[in-house]
């Protein structure tokens, strides 16, 4: 007790100390922390005429605007219809209207009815008062009727459920009473469909007023504010099916292990019933038709099978039922189950933690449906199947978001192609092991390359790689008439002597990560020519002639020419030799001369400018 004392007194003066450092900046000019204004809503509800609403039944929900589904907090409407939400931070807010005893509908401010979307956002500045967020609430339709039973049908067995449906298939449920009536409140004007579902009952489910589903169902239309009460459903008396389980030898049949399962032709679920601890079992809630029967049970040692002993649904036996038809012989003996067990082995340096194998059981005579499936995860890859019906099967292994290829056992790539495992009754069938393999490369899509630039000594090319996979990297090979080019692995490369009077190919090669390589070469150039640029001799005058002189080319080029005046082609200027008139005078003459040889590219070098005529 002593310690703690001193302990208190020696925060009481660590308290003192620090407000008077505190006290002390504020007196010497530092300013003292102030906390910010708070801002605050206010507003007034109004009911419609009539809809008497008691102080507390209607609330104010705040919410940030950007987070519309937990609320920031719930204030009262008082019985003058007034409001006020205080404390409020500076920020962006939305604010329903929400009445708890549904008598009108809920709203958002300002016009939206249940979208928060399209509410209006209000937007606080620090220490602002907003009033006038007001609202004028809409009394809302009401739906209400009865649901009764077949004579005989104790409602106290079960329950039943009334779903109110609208135009998306969406709905609210009300569990009626033990009188048989429901009572929907805070109901939209709309169009909308009533569904009946009943548990531990044994009457069929239902839509009013007939229909099978929502689509065939009779809508039922309200108006603002309507009240509609006539609403009476009256489910038919469902057909019935029980019997008697038997479990192998020395099973303990406990309650709930054992389930029997109705199910359609196309395998539909219609009911389902746990076996009890004396092995009957009742499925009730059943429509007239066409049913069979699946025993499924929780325990390893027992057999999954179909009525009469059918290993399948395909090879199941019938039970046509006939309208409220009570069939109480349809019993089975279920056998000692089988098992399959084993591991699945990944690729080298796949992690069995970023993806799921699934193992799939398939019977051989019912190859559309796996009987039975697992899912493997992890680095041991073990996976086992127990209660299997004894019987002939083939496993699949589905690899999912893994680098893997999956397969059939063994190494099969098909079910037809698959090695069978023959299951006796009660066999443990051991190390089922599969190793699967990692997936081939995926092809790169590519593209022939090509070369731009001019093909002259001294002249750089250019490699164009085209169109490939998009993230492929690329590498270089240039070759002059087919001999690698030592060194000339870039995307560019400049023609030197060496490559005079040769061809010129590039090779790229694509890479990418999962993908196989390509490489891919060019169509090859012409030879590569000699070139250089042309001169103007003479003198630069009027009535002067001037010379194009082109140089050193490649040996039996021949050429043409093209005489230009401050850039423009001159008509009929096209001899190697030119004189100048007075319509050139105070401009610059350049010359082209192009080149061509059979083999070799042509190539079109203009001269340096002279001075002004």
Known sequence: MLVLARARSLRVIVRFVVASLLGSLWVFGAAAPVAPESA??????????????????????????????????????????????????????????????????????????????????????????????????????????TVSVPDGVDRAQGS??????????????????????????????????????????????QWWDGGDDYSHATPITLGTAEKRSDILVTPARSAIISGTVTLPEGIDPEVGSTTVLARTLDDRLLGSAF?????????????PGPVKLKFVSSGRQVATEWWQDQPDLASATV??????????????????????????????????????????????????????????????????????????YKLQFVPQNLAAVGEWWRDARDFSSATVIALAPGQAREAVDAVLSSPPPATLTTATPTISGTIAYGSTLTAKPGSWTSGTTFTYQWYASGKAISGATKSTFTLASAQKAKTITVKVTGKKSGYTTVSKTS??????ATVATPKISGTAKVGKKLTAK????????????????????????????????????????TVKVTGKKSGYATVAKTSKATGKV
């Open 275 to 287: 076996v009890e601890r004396d092995g009957t079992y009742t499925i009730i809630g059943l429509p």
């Open 160 to 205: 039943t459920d009334v779903i109110l449906r609208g135009v998306d298939g969406g709905g609210t449920s009300y569990t009626v009473g033990a009188d048989g009536g429901f009572r929907f409140m805070g109901v939209r004007p709309g169009t909308y469909r009533l569904e009946v579902r009943s548990f531990d009952l044994p009457v069929l489910d």
């Open 550 to 589: 082109p140089g050193t080319w490649t040996s039996g080029t021949k050429f043409t020419y093209q005489w230009y005046v401050g850039g423009k082609a001159i008509s009929k200027a096209t001899k190697s030799t030119f004189t100048l008139t007075k319509s050139q005078k105070g401009k610059t003459i």
């Open 523 to 528: 169509k090859a150039t012409a030879k590569v």
């Open 319 to 392: 039970l046509n039922l006939a309208p409220e038809e009570v069939r109480n012989d349809v019993d089975a003996t279920l056998g000692p189950g089988a098992s399959i067990s084993g591991s699945v082995q990944l690729p080298d340096g796949v992690d069995g933690n970023s993806g799921t194998v699934w193992v799939y059981a398939y019977a051989v005579g019912a190859p559309e449906k796996a009987a039975a499936s697992t899912s493997v995860r992890g680095s041991d890859g073990w996976f086992s199947f127990h209660g299997l019906t004894p019987g002939e």
């Open 40 to 145: 605050s809503i206010s507003g007034r509800v109004e009911f419609p005429v009539g809809v008497s609403t008691a102080e507390g039944q209607t609330f104010v929900a705040l919410y940030y605007s950007h987070s519309p589904t937990w609320s920031l907090s719930e204030t009262a409407v008082g019985a003058d219809g007034s409001y006020t939400i205080s404390g409020l931070a500076a920020g962006t807010y939305l604010v329903e209207f929400r009445s708890s005893d549904r008598a009108v509908l809920d709203e958002w401010w300002n016009g939206a009815e249940d979208d928060a979307d399209a509410a209006t956002r209000i937007v606080l500045r620090a220490g602002e008062t907003r009033s006038r967020v007001d609202v004028v609430l809409e009394e809302s339709a009401v739906l209400s009727g």
